[in-house]
């Protein structure tokens, strides 16, 4: 009855009343009312370790994507050379095509599901994940032979008639997904489970999950397999055996089986092998992952040097992507950023741009930025200058002062006057926009120009580009339709500032690299990376529908999490002369939910408990491990304040969205997205307050 009284504000049910009664005020009194009981610490369960993309295609597809902003055919073979990247854009695929049979898929129909800025966030994450992980080899000796069995169970299907050779050539990587994924010694069987657990999470009719399910299946019981089961498993089987064991005369007990399962004789399978090994070795030698022998280069060789170019191919991604984030609505601030780009990263300096005049067939130098301006005009026929020469064949040209006679006059006086070892012209534009970038360097700076003449060309291409007929973003939307002009212009934000974003996150990559995971700010670098992984995903939801946008489920660490939010908010809290403690239960289940709702609740409870403590007081957040007369397991988080309590006025409207007198960028929606955010969880929360602080109750069950 009291707590009836007491919390009329939120409608409870009986479980939650008495919980609330035992943490507030009956604990030490009347414990054998209550039902719950506080769970005993048990083993921490293990997380399910990340699935690491291969370093080398993850250089490929940062080297194709930089600077896109659409896809095209081209990208979708590159999907299908790795197993994460291949289920990273399946499970794209999927949202958009769910329920679907994949009998009649083509790799190109990969794209579907995804658009340059996904798969972007694919790359760049895979990248970042690849850095985390540096311990772990490079997976080429995994990689090779997952190549080879896609290869052949994609043979395989062409050979029976199958209606997707590129679904088997899908199935046939996937099998090996658990081979990709971080080492995890505690556990050694998560890898398999954590496999299986993705590919039946995709919501797709296929047997493709059953490939890895029944992979150790006896031979002979593949006969009643379904026919992808059959291919992908037999062509698994045949991958791991060598060519000379498959050309031996002698009967082989396991060729026997694959020829009854496959319906292909023996001499057959052992021509598939063949002419599959040809292609892996092709596929091996394009990306540079030749099989080393023992006397030859180490794997943790071919690793370190594979993690070095994927952290170059990176820097180069950025750089591509800053020049195509730079297109404005004037062409020349877009080339001012570029050369301030190449100023900052490559150390070339003393800009000159040159637009061509089509009318009067001269090159003319252009005013930019606060560089000075040089009266410029070099006519293009006949001229054997760098920038006629970089604009005639768009790729990026180099003159060195001792060139001498070989070189233009022009070039070599701009040379000496920049006192430079050389200039670097790079076309810029492209069709009624074109034009030449000149830049001055040492020889170091100019010979990394010379090492990737078309990245730099690239780069031109894409800040030269010219903007939008419409200077205003969103703007081809009706001004009769304001109910589609927000959306789209909420996707194009969204999109936009995934740039910068990811950029970032891309660098602390890198700078946790270059500080090695010993360093004394390691921890920080990984949470500001997790803050910054929170917002791409927030903005990503932004420019999605309500149906589009999934539910990411993961094992969160809910105390880990706390922890993490003690310290990213401390100078908030310090700064107010306040203290923030907290009494973490250890042992706690890991929660199978959303893990942003997670951070997104307990850091709005926080900050509010923060802004309602006066100076000297106390924030408290406790979490417990509960179980009620149903023998249903909760997970219990108190955030309380030592501020004034809310007036009844409030506490009566505390959870509708209201306007605020607060300022500072308040919306008054914090407790009512904690309410629904809990919510969606099947979780409750509920509150007292009084004169002396107010105490927030979340429960959430763990199943």
Known sequence: MACGLLFSNAPLDYVTALRLCKCLFLESTVPYLFPFINQPAGPKPCLAPPFLIHSVVLAQLLKDLGGRKILDESIAPLLMLDPVL??????????SHSGQSLQFFRQADLLQGLDASTLKSIATTGATDRFTHLAYANRHATWLPALRCAVLSRMLAEKLHYPSPDEAWLAGLLIWLPGFAAASDLAPDLPRQAAQAALDQLPLRTFMPDVLRYRDL????????????????SAYRLAQMSLSEVAR?????????????SRVDQETLRDLLTLADQQVNA???????EQSSENSIT???????????LGLELIRYNQLELAASAMQENQSAAILTLARLLASHEGLADPIYLKLNARSGFLEAQPLGEHPFAPLSIRVEGSNTAAVRAMLTRTAMIVLEDAGMDAAVLDLQLIRQADADGLVAIPVGEADSQGVLLVCGNAVALASVAALPKHFAR??????RLPPTSGVIGSENSIDEPATALPSLVRRAAHEINNPLGIIKNYLAILKV???????ISDELRIIYE??????????????????SATVREAADLNALIQDLVKVTQPTWMNKGIEVSTVLSPGLAHLTKDRDKLKQIVLNLMLNAIEATPPGGVVRIETAALLNQRHEHFIEVLVSDSGSGIAPDIAKQIFDPLDTAKGDGHAGLGLSIVKSLTESMQGSIIFKTSATGTTFQILLPTN
Do not use: C, W
């Open 283 to 289: 596929l091996a030698a394009k990306y540079r992952l």
């Open 514 to 520: 270059k500080l090695g995971d010993d360093a004394p």
């Open 459 to 464: 780069m031109g291409e894409l800040a030269g």
């Open 218 to 233: 006896q031979p002979e019981r593949l006969l009643d397999a379904a026919p992808l089961v059959q291919m992908v498993v």
């Open 531 to 548: 803050e910054l992984d929170r917002i791409v995903r927030i903005v990503r939801g932004l420019s999605r529908a309500p149906v589009e």
């Open 249 to 261: 005369k002698t009967d082989n007990p396991l060729l026997n089986v694959l020829f009854m399962v």
């Open 86 to 95: 291949a289920l990273r854009a399946l499970e794209a695929y999927a949202q």
């Open 299 to 309: 794997e943790k060789t071919i690793s370190d040097k594979a993690i070095a170019d």
